[in-house]
């Protein structure tokens, strides 16, 4: 099988967040599985040099954008094994980070374009093209109203679309239609792009593609009710058939305590005394006190309503008047960081805010870790409480998407289990669950017994890249989809 993978970023060579780490380490376990996997993205300015330097122009050609004719150049690189294109416009993508600008909407119509039309200039088409969330969601609309109509090889592209994050959608004015789309009024109506007055690129891929997946059984579920549907629940609904939840994984090789060279100390499941050097250096280079008896409950989020900010806002002073220490490390919204850095001032020996990202620390916070806390009002999958399990650092969750198919409450009556949770977004029951974790601490044989089942539990790619190749398999076997 042949499968495209087009995406907004994807790691090494751009990253923002977890679907830069899908998209960098799912296409590597396809290939492992025999199926030929190749990536497209935008040739963004921060991509780093190294990788620029390798890269081979092998097209140029226009995309049309609305009445707009824009250059667009195509960049190979082969890379693990993986080929990748980038495509190239400066006006569009020579910028300081990927998303957040004025013309996003302008950015992505040209970048959806260029994705179909690289195919006949490349000469190759797909047995599937997999889309992921808004930013390639009018690629399987596209394909479908006018693509297939051009050339047979068009008309054999199954497409998958992946919903990482059902909150954001790409909801443009109608004026987007025929300005950015080049496409008529047919299309504004509610059965295709219309969507409360304006037009929306993710609803193009939820009625156009043939499959359609998140990345969580849980959350598939989640989002067809009102309350995580984010007013497309309905559609959702009426899609369930093609509708698949696949859980993520993570990259074993990048996130390995036995071999990672971000630590002050590598260790394992079977070292876990080489575990607490790591929580020793953090708590100097932190300023807390050295204290193998407190327990270190890290945070590493971006700091928004969705992460459940507004639960530690209710009770971070009961929180600390626990035998805790507490590191955030994140950005976000304003309101959260100046929160959290006023009590920082506040708790200086409790809690300590380190706002931004580095991946370097975000590691080493990984393996300094007792407790990790993720109270999310939703996670479509959540990639952060499968890399602290693998490092040893045990979870704390509320129970939704992704946290809920991945943390299995631990049962102090039967010994299984792999972290904490609880069900209600409430910001006194998240505390009880924390007071909880920090009493069960204290007893190390079975505090160990809990990290270790934490740590040898697999969280790699494997199963959900079988899941994927069997998903393929089954368009392949589809007759030939209509075009609208």
């Not at 950015?107 to 190759?124: K, P």
């Not at 054999?156 to 954001?168: A, D, E, S, Y």
């Amino acid at each position: 099988m042949k499968v495209l993978f087009a995406v907004s970023e994807c790691g090494p060579f751009a990253k923002s967040g977890g679907l830069a780490d899908v998209a960098g380490s799912l296409p590597k376990e396809l290939v492992s599985l025999g199926t030929e996997v190749r990536v497209i993205l935008p040739k963004y300015g921060t991509i780093s040099d190294e990788f620029k330097q390798n890269m081979k122009k092998i097209k140029e050609f226009s995309v049309n954008v609305g009445w707009r004719k824009q250059y667009c150049g195509i960049e190979e690189l082969e890379y693990q094994g993986i080929t990748y294109y980038f495509v190239d416009n400066e006006y569009y993508f020579k910028r300081e980070g990927f998303y957040g600008y004025f013309d996003d909407g302008e950015r992505f119509a040209f970048f959806n374009r260029a994705v179909l039309e690289a195919l006949a200039q490349i000469d190759y088409f797909p047995d599937v093209l997999h889309c992921h969330d808004w930013h390639t969601a009018m690629i399987p609309y596209l394909l479908r109203t006018e693509y297939y109509r051009r050339q047979k090889s068009y008309g054999q592209i199954r497409t998958v679309f992946t919903i990482h994050n059902l909150q954001f959608q790409g909801i443009f004015p109608k004026e987007a239609l025929r300005d950015l789309l080049g496409l008529d009024d047919s299309s504004f109506h509610p059965e295709h792009l219309e969507f409360f007055g304006n037009i929306n690129f993710m609803k193009g891929a939820l009625v156009a593609a043939d499959k359609i997946t998140t990345v969580s059984p849980s959350y598939k579920n989640e989002i067809q009710t009102a309350v995580y549907g984010e007013k497309l629940d309905g559609l959702l609904k009426a899609r369930n058939e093609d509708l698949v939840g696949i859980l993520n994984g993570i990259d074993e090789d990048f996130y390995n305590p036995a071999q990672d060279p971000f630590l002050f100390q590598t260790y394992n499941a079977k070292e876990l005394e080489k575990k607490a050097i790591n929580k020793k250096e953090i708590q100097k280079q932190f300023g807390l006190k050295q204290s193998a008896n407190t327990p270190l409950l890290v945070m590493i989020s971006r700091l928004t309503k969705q992460k459940g900010l507004d639960l530690i806002n209710c009770v971070l002073r009961e929180m600390l008047q626990e035998d805790i220490q507490f590191i955030i490390l994140g950005t976000g919204d304003y309101q959260y960081e100046e929160f959290l850095r006023q009590a920082g001032r506040i708790y200086p020996e409790k809690l300590k805010v380190h706002t931004g990202f580095n991946e370097r620390l975000a590691h080493q916070l990984y393996a300094a870790a007792d407790l990790f806390l993720m109270p999310s009002l939703f996670e479509p999958c959540g990639l952060s409480q499968l890399i602290a399990m693998k490092y040893g650092a045990i979870p704390i969750v509320r129970e939704t998407g992704g946290l809920n198919d991945t943390v299995t409450a631990w049962n102090e009556f039967t010994g299984e289990g792999n972290g904490f949770s609880f069900s209600h977004f409430n910001a006194h029951d998240m505390l009880y669950t924390i007071q909880r974790a920090v009493r069960i601490y204290q007893d190390k044989n079975v505090w160990d017994s809990l990290v270790k089942q934490a740590m040898e539990q697999d969280y790699s790619w494997a199963q959900s890249a079988f899941s994927y190749n069997q998903l393929y398999a089954e368009l392949m076997a589809r007759s030939e989809t209509h075009v609208f």
